[in-house]
């Protein structure tokens, strides 16, 4: 079987042995929940409700006047007893409605099954996917529905699902694509109605045989729905990389999948979708990894949203040693915490416990000009000296060399032999950039 791919990346150890093959199971119903109303890229929500108010499971608490924003619904019913700021996992505070949970689970007035498909206009879907509170599942958090808002003077005509998975360690993308497939292509079927299109694929890395295989049987007799099967290479996940292999397109920079007309989602969001429409229920829960040699057990759960880092940790025996480093998300992308004393959000895909012996201590060094890091750039870009304009504040420079076409995936600082920190460099600077042009305007 031909396999597709993208120019440059790198192979990193991927890890995945330890929770591949563990099916998910439900964690515990937490006694109290932590919801951030800013889960999401765009606008925070505000509250809907106050202290002492009594609310049921699925109720939106929380919502925005924004377009690029999505509610927040309570994941569990019971009484609000706080309204207070916290810590998130992205390392920002956003205010925080505390729930302390009641026995019932008693599900909010209206929560319903949306009808038949082929009733549902694409304008009704969107408005469904939004009131449901779905982002992007993969760690984005990009509001859904504004991905499927195509621009008037743009034209879709492919959607792409990712079941790439390609950061180390994470597995509940694969587990879902065994466990959920035809929910997955319904899920593809609601997002290719929504903006128009007749032709949709969902891409698979070949590490994954079992997903491939049970992804193949859904679609078999799908009329316009094809399996991808791509190389095991990292960031084959970024959404460029999949639009190239998969199409042979090249998002121009500076520029967005739409405008080489693709949209693209994660299959895990696909499922999100196919819940919002077959039940009417918004997302208040996600699947998620617990993994690492630091983990006693590793484990795939399915979790309710503002459930705290440290119970699931426990939830999967507990930490093997002492934690060298507890990382939410993958190791490539993820945020290492100074505390797991953080509510699961939207965004949170994996929780990675690495021991002590795992976390590396070093100094970095000089660059010695191997430009190991350009070669391994799936943009094309000059990581090093984007690092370099970025430390002595050249912000002009750095936004010439086209800075904000970075896509974060962090194969220059892991193939750096200097072990230079050159994406936390790159971020910084691209936080600038972006700071700077929203002052000008």
Known sequence: MSVLTFKQGIHPE??????RDIPFRKAKRPARVTIPLQQHIGAPC???VKKGDHVDLGQKIGDS???????VHASVSGVVKEIKKVPTPVGKESLAIVIEADEEDTLAEGIAPKGNLEDLSPEEIRKIIREAGIVGMGGAMFPTHVKLSVPE???AEYFILNGAECEPYLTVDHRMM??????IVFGLKVLMKAIGVEKGFIGIEDNKPEAISSM??????EEGIEVKVLETKYPQGGEKMLIKAILGREVPLGGLPIDVGVVVNNVTTAVAVADAIKKGMPLIERTITITGRG?????????????????LIREAGGFAGK?????????????AQPTTDLPVVKGTSGILVLPRKEVEEFDPLPCIKCARCVDSCPQFLMPVQLANFTEHQMYDKLERYNVLNCIECGSCSYICPAKRPLMHYIKLGKAEIIARKRKAQ
Not at 178 to 183: F, K, L, T, W
Not at 299 to 311: S, Y
């Open 153 to 155: 003077e743009k034209e």
């Open 295 to 311: 983990i006693k057990e590793p484990a795939n759960l399915i979790c309710r949203f503002g459930t705290a880092i440290n119970d």
């Open 216 to 221: 193949q049987e859904a679609v078999a007799g």
């Open 65 to 71: 006047d924004s377009f690029v924003s999505a509610p």
């Open 323 to 335: 934690p060298g480093k507890v990382i939410l998300g993958g190791p490539m992308t993820g945020f």
């Open 14 to 19: 991927y890890n995945k042995e330890l929770t």
């Open 46 to 48: 505000q509250p809907l």
């Open 178 to 183: 065994i466990s959920r497939p035809e929910d």
